[in-house]
């Protein structure tokens, strides 16, 4: 029997995900020794055995657990050292340090099942997780991806939990967030006041004050939701007047899939999606008969729906309670409020009560917004679930910091194959959202080891994300925004052109120091060129017509019509344009 050591470096979504407990259980399937440590660049392994034995533990790291994703495998072989037996090390810092972070994904079956069972320790617990489940992204603090980098640091397990968590043979071995109600977080309930309320069980009476009409502004993964049943119309519109927000949808969630079913029409790709580990928002075509009220979704036809995602939101439906509008926890054109403090100043006017935990939310991050389109689903916001998962292209090139546009930002930075887009940031309208886009930024940076080497920006020079670019010292590049779009469907197919590319993304600063809209044009990866467009009229309230699109059609039936009096137009009467 001929023994041989191999030395495996394996880089991807490899840590927080159950990797090591993997390859110690599939090291000792093969009777090998060694060890497995996390590291800044993924996992390090070593085993030694017989030749067959290796060769069979090599194959079975071509099916990984569920949530683990494999991006390179480096083997080397050694002369053999002479180990006794197989261990999972402590994590080792080294010089390069770069390793993918899982996104947070939706509480497993397993937590599930113990959530819902009174004889487990963890009934009813509102932060149980496992290595398959739970908080990622939104926690870490730096990398090694290890509980002592996260926010669940200050808490200190208990012996059963620790137990679990030193057990390679236990599905809670190293998940960093892992807790109990004897060591872990827990919820507490608020006035606006920030007066703590006096209540034995804060969940319970958030379910009571919800099926009583009341607004509850609950501390999520991510960030706050405001939350109000909804079926009352006069709870629904009293939210929408107090957030400021006119007319745009609000998200809903939903107990389970046949409520969804009775509100909107399913298939099955769609169905899937809802209850994939990501659990997006999905926006759906409403059924006629669909109980919500009006303001939800005012003049849609579709509503955005999601199932529940943390054991707090599978909760909060135990008791009745079907479907929840469940909105980000903002006033409108600002991000999403995150921190304990902010929240109680910023919605003190909109929520009635303030349901919070004290598990400390490192990154802010919002729902992923996806709609089913051609077989296929199609991103309109991209974040919880999905974000910071790169992204690859073909080829290699400088690191890159992208800034966005200003409407639904999203910045970008880039090393060697791999573009790691950020979670949706919002519109670039005041200071707080563009304190939000700095420090994701910096985050990055620090979790990707990056540091850009060139930064891309918006031609137009009153964006502040161009402005934030302008102030760092780098080699910069300004790009049209209509052949910036261009090249991100582009690099998406990893097509290097020549293309026709249609962008019909409403306005865009122009070279020639115009407003660009519905572009045509000839574009390769290095250059375009300006095919045609739609003829040029003056935006009617300037930017206002970029929000309120019938004033560019206005504008256009002005042009073609004469006066607009004389048509008669229903949406023009009494408008000042």
């Known amino acids: 029997m001929e023994a041989i050591r191999a030395y495996i470096q394996i880089q991807g979504i490899v840590q927080g995900v159950g990797f090591r407990p993997f390859v110690y259980g599939l090291a000792q399937q093969h009777e090998l020794t060694g060890w497995v440590y996390n590291d800044e660049r993924g996992v390090t392994i070593e085993v030694e055995g017989d030749r067959d034995r290796v060769k069979g533990f090599l194959s079975g790291l071509s099916s ?63 932060f149980t997780n496992c290595t398959n489940c739970g908080p990622r992204f939104t926690i870490i603090e ?83 939701h405001l939350a109000c049943e909804a079926t009352r119309e006069d709870v629904v519109s009293r939210l929408r007047k107090r957030k400021f927000r006119e007319d745009k949808p609000f998200a809903l969630m939903c107990r389970d899939v046949g409520v969804v079913s009775r509100l909107c029409r399913l298939n099955s790709l769609s169905r899937g999606v809802l209850e994939s580990k990501e659990r997006p928002i999905v926006i759906l075509p409403k059924k006629r008969n669909a109980r919500v009220a009006p303001s939800v979704a005012p003049f849609q036809r579709t509503l955005g729906v999601m199932l529940p995602y943390t054991p707090l939101h599978h909760l909060l439906f135990a008791e009745g309670i079907e479907v929840l509008v469940m909105t980000s926890g903002n006033v409108s054109d600002e991000p999403i409020s995150f921190k304990d403090a902010e929240a109680l100043s910023r919605l003190k006017e909109i929520a009635d009560f303030f349901l919070i935990h004290n598990r400390e939310i490192r990154t802010r991050c919002d729902d992923s917004v996806v709609k089913p389109f051609n077989g296929t689903i199609t991103f309109l916001r991209r974040a919880r679930g999905f974000a910071p998962f790169p992204i690859k292209f073909n080829g290699t090139g400088r690191s890159v910091l992208a800034c966005g546009a200003d409407l639904k930002n999203t ?163 009494g408008i000042d344009l």
């Open 142 to 224: 730096d990398i090694p991806y290890d509980r002592d980098n996260t926010t669940v640091a200050p808490f200190k397990m208990c012996p059963a939990c620790n137990a679990e968590y030193h057990d390679p043979s236990d599905r809670r071995f190293h998940a960093q967030p892992n807790a109990c109600p004897e060591c872990g977080p827990d919820l507490k309930l608020f006035a606006p006041s920030g007066m703590r309320l006096t209540t034995h069980d804060p969940l319970r009476e958030t379910i009571r004050l919800l099926k009583a009409g009341k607004i509850v502004a609950i501390k999520g993964l991510g960030g706050f």
């Open 411 to 573: 910045f970008c930075v880039t090393r060697d194959n791999s573009a790691f887009v950020s979670q949706h940031i919002g519109d670039m309208e005041n200071f707080e959202t563009l304190n939000s886009f700095a420090q994701g930024i910096e985050l990055f940076k620090q979790l990707f080891q990056i540091e850009p080497e060139l930064i891309v920006h918006d031609l137009h020079p009153d964006y502040l994300s161009a402005r934030y670019a302008i102030g760092v010292d780098l080699p910069k590049i300004g790009v049209q925004h209509h052949f910036a779009h261009a090249l991100s469907c582009m690099a998406e197919y990893g097509a290097m052109g020549p293309a026709l590319a249609v962008v019909l993304d409403g306005t865009g600063y122009g070279e020639d120091g115009t407003v660009w809209g519905c572009e045509f044009l000839e574009v390769t990866v290095r250059e375009y060129r300006r095919l045609g467009h739609l003829r040029q009229i003056p935006l009617p309230g300037g930017d206002r017509a970029v929000r309120e699109p019938w004033r560019v059609a206005a504008g256009y039936l002005e042009r073609v019509f004469g006066d607009l009096e004389r048509l008669q137009l229903p949406f023009t009467r």
């Open 64 to 126: 990984p657990p569920p949530l683990a994703t494999i991006d390179k495998t480096d083997v080397s072989y050694l002369p053999p050292f002479g180990y006794k037996e197989f261990e999972i090390k402590m994590s080792r810092e080294g010089e390069e340090r770069f390793a993918l972070i899982s996104p947070d994904i939706a509480t497993c079956k397993d937590c599930l099942n113990e959530l819902f069972d009174p004889h487990d320790r963890r009934f009813h617990y509102p």
